[in-house]
Antibody, heavy 118, light 107 residues
Framework: EMQLVESGGGLVQPGRSLRLSCAASGFTFDDYAMYWVRQAPGKGLEWVSHISWNGGSIDYADSVKGRFTISRDNAKNSLYLQMNSLRAEDTALYYC???????????WGQGTMVTVSS | EIVMTQSPATLSLSPGERATLSCRASQSVSGSLAWYQQKPGQAPRLLIYGASTRATGIPARFSGSGSVTEFTLTISSLQSEDFAVYYCQQYNNWPRTFGQGTKVQIK
């Protein structure tokens, strides 16, 4: 069974950093692009970042560009999101998702909650 | 950035009825359009990609159509488990963008 499990969320003060992790299993991790998508409480879905299968292509939403860094370790079947200079508006449930092969997201983790507050 | 606009915001229907959800893109996304279902407390689930291809395990009562800028998700006969929020998403351009969602609720 294909599975994604996020971790690393929590309560953090504005301006501080947090690193999210996503452990993948049940599929050949390095065959697929991966993404982070977030959802603020009671709101819709927002794409955050993308990384290609080998890390050679990376993109970010304007709202996080310059503050967040996506990376992956194919040997460990893991995806990461380093979040610096956190703001209150970054408060959200962060999902790790897998590319179906053409750009849609077919597998989602259960999400990890990030709360930015003093 | 491509803006995705879904309508209506809320759809109130009874079990067994047909649901028709619309999604409009601010510019062409070709056929690079996906639909997701999200229930409270759960992660989104991919229903449709490529505008009309059902994802693995998705029942045949879900169908997608459209191209370029106008897309439709149809649920032919609503089951109790289909009452949820539905999002469209384009993946033709960066940044990837989602619609604001359509809530399908029991009438």
């Amino acid at each position: 069974e294909m599975q994604l499990v996020e971790s690393g969320g929590g309560l953090v003060q504005p301006g501080r950093s947090l690193r999210l992790s996503c452990a993948a299993s049940g599929f050949t991790f390095d065959d697929y692009a991966m993404y982070w998508v977030r959802q603020a409480p009671g709101k819709g879905l927002e794409w955050v970042s993308h990384i290609s299968w080998n890390g050679g292509s990376i993109d970010y939403a304007d709202s996080v560009k310059g503050r967040f860094t996506i990376s992956r370790d194919n040997a460990k079947n893991s995806l990461y999101l380093q979040m610096n200079s956190l703001r209150a508006e970054d408060t959200a449930l962060y999902y790790c998702t897998k590319d179906v092969g053409g750009g849609a997201f077919d597998i989602w983790g259960q999400g990890t909650m990030v709360t930015v507050s003093s | 950035e491509i803006v995705m606009t879904q309508s209506p915001a809320t759809l109130s229907l009874s079990p067994g009825e047909r649901a028709t959800l619309s999604c409009r893109a601010s510019q062409s996304v070709s056929g690079s359009l996906a639909w997701y279902q999200q229930k409270p407390g759960q992660a989104p689930r991919l229903l449709i990609y490529g505008a009309s291809t059902r994802a693995t395990g998705i029942p045949a009562r879900f169908s997608g159509s459209g191209s370029v800028t106008e897309f439709t998700l149809t649920i032919s006969s609503l089951q109790s488990e289909d009452f949820a929020v539905y999002y469209c998403q384009q993946y033709n351009n960066w940044p990837r963008t989602f619609g604001q969602g359509t809530k399908v609720q029991i009438k």
